[in-house]
């Protein structure tokens, strides 16, 4: 159990809406991160938040959006879902969000667009 | 988006064989990282590297950096059941500046042990 945590598990939705995927980083932990797992892919970095603020930003769609709350939990919001869209989204914390900083990963959640 | 290559794209072995995997990249990276997923799971760092040339071991594990900051490779010696996953290479381009520190993710081996 690396201590992040994530919900819900399992997300079935149809093309055209929206969900939000919910992150609670490592207690003490200040930096927050989302990557997207498609079937047979690496994970790709989708976007960091440190402490509240947007720190880095990957590949993300438009229609994704992301924010840290002042308690640190974090939410990764995506609209006008796609069939493509369906695939793991993980959230990482690490502690500064500094060069040697582990990431630890939570379980994902599992996003399937119909 | 920007993939590190990573290969074998997927083992089988028996156990008790010792398994070797590499990362190559066309960027520099300053950090490698080793990674296993299970199925279900988020993925666990196994080794992290942070100087060129390092060879850093964990229990049957070992990982180089390489020379060149675009490589690495990670052998498993001795393999067994539980060894059974999706092991990913991360590159960070980042030290310690803040702002830069995403990780870039192979594409993944997958080893399956053959009983």
């Known amino acids: 159990d690396s201590g992040v945590t994530q919900t819900p598990k399992h997300l079935i939705t149809a093309t055209g809406q929206r969900v939000t995927l919910r992150c609670s980083p490592r207690s003490g932990d200040l930096s927050v991160y989302w990557y997207q797992q498609s079937l047979d892919q690496g994970l790709q970095f989708l976007i960091q938040?440190?402490?509240?603020?947007?720190?880095a930003k990957g590949n993300i769609l438009e229609r994704f959006s992301a924010q840290q709350f002042p308690d640190l939990h974090s939410e990764l919001n995506l609209s006008s879902l796609e069939l493509g869209d369906s695939a793991l989204y993980f959230c990482a914390s690490s502690a500064r969000g500094q060069g040697m900083d582990t990431q630890y990963f939570g379980p994902g959640t599992r996003l399937t667009v119909l | 988006g920007q993939q590190l290559n990573q290969s074998p794209q997927s083992m089988f072995i028996q156990e008790g064989e010792d398994v070797s995997m590499n990362c190559t990249s066309s960027?520099?990276?300053?950090?490698w990282l080793w990674y296993k997923q299970e199925p279900g799971e988020g993925p666990v760092l196994l080794i992290a590297?942070?100087?060129?040339?390092e060879l850093t071991s964990n229990g049957r594990l070992t990982a180089q950096f390489g020379i060149t900051r675009k490589d690495s490779f990670l052998n498993i010696s001795a393999s067994i059941p539980s060894d059974v996953g999706i092991y990913f290479c991360?590159?960070?381009?980042?030290?310690?500046?803040?702002?830069?520190?995403?990780?870039?993710f192979g594409t993944g081996t997958r080893l399956t042990i053959i009983p």
């Open positions: 991360a590159g960070r381009e980042g030290i310690s500046n803040f702002g830069n520190e995403k990780l870039t």
């Open positions: 590297l942070y100087k060129a040339g």
């Open positions: 938040y440190y402490n509240g603020e947007e720190r």
């Open positions: 960027s520099i990276f300053n950090t």
